[in-house]
């Protein structure tokens, strides 16, 4: 493999390893404090005002009189609607809270209020993990019977573990990013967010499978003319300008709701714009160096 592989492949893993320290550190300091009331139990208060729905910034500034709001999350809905997510609030504090919003900025309305218990959250916390390693096992069985007819050359379960390491650095790197959002932001990491991920491994796996069908087709084509790591690089080079176009007429998409969508979708698509680069990024130097070192570790011929 060639040493550009070797450097791209090393910034990955270290990026990585930057990713899990930071999410961990982030949620010993915070206690989970960056997961949203969906994992950790809590109240959502949802309320319409008369007219416009005022900045979130003057919201927080008029709760501030509140200590339970005080830390809550702010999510506008529609043009005169906003969520209050918290720690469990009471119904005096929730009158509370109404009554300071109705006082500064007129008439408000309560829409809905529930509260979400802690086993709730637990569940639904085991739930994603556990649907993200049903997925990432599906996926390995998956590409290890589509690409079965490559056992003379790699082992047919090689090309779906590699896939499987590169989308794990896929979803860790935007966890490690919300991670910090939400210790310096306070953006919350929501049920949206699981949401995001698994559409990052879909997006992230395609672009990889896109890479081995060529390589299948190449070992055909050239069969022991040419190295399997030379090989290896034809294909990259065979599907990079599809992958680079594909990827980026999807960011351009992601980036417009970014930018001008509304609040309760913009950060699923900052996740998935962090993903579908990551997921771009990992197919050519993580997925593709894991199979050729595997290859050169066994020392089969093409």
Partial sequence: MKPIYKI???????LTIVALAVTVVVWKKTGGEFLS????????????????TPAVSEIKTTLKTV????AASYTPIGT??????????????????????????????QQRF???????????????????????????????????????????WAMGIAAVLALLHDVIIPVGVFSLLGYFAHIEITAVFVAAALTILGYSVSDTVVVFDRVRE???RFGSKVSFAELMHKSIM????????TSMTTLLSLLAIFLFGGESIKYFALALIIGIISGTYSSIFIASPIVVWWHQRKKLSI
């Fill in 8 to 14: 791209f492949f090393t910034i990955s893993v270290l």
């Fill in 37 to 52: 009331v969906d994992f950790r139990g809590g109240s959502v208060l949802e309320v319409a005002f008369e007219k416009a």
């Fill in 67 to 70: 200590p339970e709001a005080s």
């Fill in 80 to 109: 005169n609607g906003i969520s209050i997510s918290s720690r469990s609030l009471s119904d005096a504090t929730r009158e509370q809270i109404l009554k300071t919003l109705g006082d500064q900025f007129g008439k408000v309305t």
């Fill in 114 to 156: 529930s509260n979400i218990g802690p086993s709730v959250g637990a569940e639904l916390k085991s739930k994603s993990v556990k649907a993200i390693i049903i997925l990432l096992v599906v996926i390995i069985v998956y590409i290890s019977i589509v690409f079965r007819t490559m056992k003379r050359v790699l082992s047919p």
């Fill in 218 to 220: 190449n070992v055909v």
């Fill in 238 to 245: 065979q599907t990079l300008t599809r992958s680079i176009n």
